[in-house]
């Protein structure tokens, strides 16, 4: 059916694609194709396959495009016209097909036309806009169509709509996509709500376990000191307080963990923190595993409590050498990282903002799945026969949090593990390290006043304070503090329990003993991180503090390096002709009473204590020493009468004036082996108040 003498194909009116006519060389598809690109508007040759190919043009729902050999756009079928949206395809015609692709698919357009000029069939999908600007994909094979001499004589392109198709993936991908990311959410919200809830629990727990390892530690040390000679005994002692160190430290991490640990965040130089504490992580790897530190060079300063810091890289250290089972390379990197708020996740990232980033990769086993997932448990553990207690993450997860950080682990089977933490960068200067180990453990003469309601706990405070040489004063509230420091004793320093039960909370107590006593410092403990002196994980300014459990060195030291400044007044008390001060104990529940006899008795040279009720004033002859004790007799609650008897149990030597608006008739009411008693009547003048007091002491 070819005819090859037909000097050019039939030619097609293209520009009504209805009304196409053909000249038709007959044979194979493709040779009618080629022929059906014709030059001239002679009839076809064959009026059936005229048909045919009219409706296979016709037909089609693509765009079907005949193409010149120079790769000019000669021909488009009806659907093509209406799926390209032509209004007009007359100033298309005899342009370079390819160019009428925007882009990048230009190339593949053009990439696609070589091929088919060498004889390839060449397909490629991508995104054009129709004529009139809507953008559709399209799903293309440009053909070469051969003539009778097997040369290239045309080429067709056949392109599909895909627009569809291509959206609807698009959609499907795109709700895939956040089905995961919801599902991620969900799974990290979850275990980030798993973490806290393990936390409360924790925190509340470790929290009884420091009092009762304070009561426990305190009475071991305070026994050491009383069996200097007995090496057997001491030996006893010593490991009985291992053992409450192990429980300390066991509780520290639980604490850090449930995010209850005191910190004390200074400004802080990654790279001199990582050299400084290079040996000690040597150390802890031993010498078959390399250590490599990478620091920027322009490193920002962090905001960190060093000394948790040190230990939490020391903890990675220790668990990777135990993946690395002694061999291998641990590597430390720190640098910047600005944290977009989009990429960061609830649980693994904190929030958008500027950070130091630290990794530490090992060359370990790696984790499996399913121990990565609960690596930060407490307790979580893969070693073995007691080599590993499942805090060393826990901590380190809570102090990151804690510190408004991150820390988030990498890891898989036989590829090593990467721990990144974020510290949140500060632009302070590096604060330097106040080394509270090299103040020496010595005591003082000064008056530390120690308000806790465990009387156990207290009891240790004070024999601890005290054998180390300060004078002690003691309350079991807040209330009763309040009084002792209203009474005008000379106080250096109020050592108080941050949670205690009564209407004055130990910051009101901290503040009110600053306002009575300017020049006082005021030490909290506590076995919790409580939010009354610790906001967004750090102390307040100015605000000291020693964990409970305590050892009595680091009391000694922190009580010493805290009072350093304010030098014991040696010199009054060396200087041997200047009579030592009485020391008078005012108790009168009279606001003005007991104001007026305390200026009176200061006048006379008096060191005057003065509180407004009998229990106060029994706290304070529990632990300090006075000469006369001031007395009213009607008081609310104890008399003053009992109040003397109590007192004098308690110091013998201790003289009372009896203080009655009754006169002396009250004399009948005191015990008649009572020694040293003496009536004053009210009113009383100086003289009268001079006597009272001061006759009778002899002085
Ligand atoms: N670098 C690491 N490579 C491989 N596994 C690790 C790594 N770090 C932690 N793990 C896994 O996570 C578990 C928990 O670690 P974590 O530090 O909390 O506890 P531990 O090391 O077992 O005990 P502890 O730190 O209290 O001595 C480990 O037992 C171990 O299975
Ligand atoms: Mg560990």
Same mark, same amino acid.
């Not at 080394?435 to 020496?440: E, L, Q, R």
């Given at each position: 059916m070819t005819d090859s003498s037909t000097p050019e194909p039939a030619m097609a009116r293209l520009d009504n694609a209805d009304s196409l006519s053909f000249s038709l060389p007959a044979a194979a598809l493709h040779e009618a194709v080629a022929v059906a690109i014709?030059?001239?508007?002679?009839?076809?040759?064959?009026p059936a396959f005229d048909a045919f190919f009219r409706s296979m043009l016709n037909g089609s729902r693509d765009c079907i495009e005949i193409l010149r050999l120079d790769g000019t756009l000669d021909f488009v079928n009806a659907h093509g016209i209406e799926l390209k949206e032509i209004d007009d395809f007359a100033p298309l015609r005899g342009k370079a097909w390819a160019s009428l692709w925007p882009g990048d698919a230009r190339d593949l357009a053009t990439n696609a036309v070589d091929a088919a000029l060498a004889g390839r069939h060449a397909h490629f999908e991508a995104a054009c806009p129709t004529a009139r600007g809507n953008l559709k994909h399209w799903e293309v094979t440009v053909s070469p169509v051969p003539d009778? !001499?097997? &040369?290239?004589e045309w080429l067709v392109s056949t392109s599909r709509d895909v627009t569809q198709r291509v959206q609807m993936q698009r959609s499907l991908d795109a709700a895939l996509r956040d089905r995961e990311t919801r599902h991620q959410t969900h799974t990290a919200l979850a275990h980030a709500e798993k973490l806290e809830a393990i936390g409360k629990l924790t925190g509340g727990v470790a929290h009884d376990f420091n009092n009762v390892l304070q009561v426990i530690g305190g009475n071991l040390q305070l026994a050491a000191q009383h069996a200097r000679e007995d090496k057997a005994l001491l030996q006893r002692l010593e490991s009985a307080h291992e053992a409450v160190e192990r429980g300390a430290m066991l509780s520290s991490q639980l604490l850090a963990f449930a995010r209850r640990q005191p910190l004390e965040p200074v400004a802080i130089d990654i790279g001199r923190l990582l050299h400084s504490c290079a040996d000690a992580l040597r150390r802890t790897l031993g010498d078959a595993i390399e250590l490599e530190t990478v620091i920027v060079d322009d490193l920002w300063n962090t905001l960190a409590d060093r000394h948790h810091l040190q230990n939490v890289l020391v903890n990675l250290a220790v668990n990777a050498r135990d993946a690395m089972d002694g061999a291998g390379k641990l590597t430390i990197e720190a640098s910047n990282a600005r944290l977009d708020t989009d990429q960061t996740r609830e649980d693994e990232l904190p929030a958008g903002g500027e950070y130091v980033r630290i990794t530490v990769t090992d060359t370990g086993c790696g984790m499996t799945p399913a121990t990565l997932e609960r690596?930060?448990?407490?307790?979580?553990? $893969?070693? $073995? /026969? &007691?080599?590993?207690? +499942?805090?060393g993450l826990s901590m380190a997860y809570g102090f990151l949090r804690q510190t408004g950080g991150s820390i988030d682990l990498q890891s898989a089977i036989e590829q090593g593990t990467t721990a990144t933490l974020h510290l949140p960068r500060t632009l302070e200067e590096e604060t330097s390290a106040v /080394?509270?180990?090299?103040?020496?453990v010595t005591g003082g003469t000064e008056t530390v006043l120690v308000v806790e309601d465990d009387p156990d706990v207290r009891a240790t405070a004070v024999d601890m304070l005290a054998q180390l040489g300060y004078r002690v004063l003691q309350t079991s509230d807040a209330q009763s503090a309040l009084s002792v420091l209203d009474s005008g004793a000379h106080i250096d320093m109020l050592f108080t329990d941050v949670v205690m039960p009564g209407p004055v909370r130990s910051v009101e107590l901290a503040r009110r003993a600053k306002e009575l006593i300017p020049s006082i410092e005021v030490l909290f403990t506590s076995g919790y991180t409580e939010n009354v002196i610790v906001h967004k994980g750090r102390l307040d300014p100015g605000v000291a503090l020693i964990s409970k459990p305590y050892r009595r060195d680091a009391l000694a030291r922190k009580v010493r390096a805290m009072l350093r400044q304010k030098e014991t007044p040696e010199a009054p008390r060396d200087a041997p002709d200047e009579p030592k001060p009485l020391r008078v104990l005012i108790v009168e529940d009279d606001v003005n009473t007991r104001d007026a006899t305390r200026e009176l008795l200061q006048l006379l040279g008096a060191e005057v204590s003065a509180v407004d009720h009998a229990k106060a004033a029994l706290a304070l002859v529990d632990s300090h020493a006075f000469d006369v004790l001031l007395t009213d007799v009607r008081m609310p609650g104890m008399s003053g009468i009992e109040l003397a008897r109590v007192a004098k149990r308690r110091q013998p030597n201790l003289r009372v004036v009896f203080a009655s +608006?009754? +006169?002396?008739?009250?004399? !009948?009411?005191? /015990?008649? /082996?009572? $020694? +040293?008693v003496a009536l004053l009547p009210k009113p009383f003048d100086l003289d009268s108040l001079e006597r009272a007091v001061f006759a009778r002491t002899g002085t």
């Open positions: 014709p030059r001239s508007t002679e009839p076809p040759a064959d009778a !001499s097997n &040369g290239v690596a930060f448990e407490p307790f979580f553990t $893969t070693k $073995t /026969d &007691g080599r590993g207690t +499942g805090l /080394d509270i180990a090299s103040v020496p +608006g009754y +006169g002396l008739s009250i004399a !009948s009411e005191i /015990d008649e /082996d009572m $020694t +040293g």
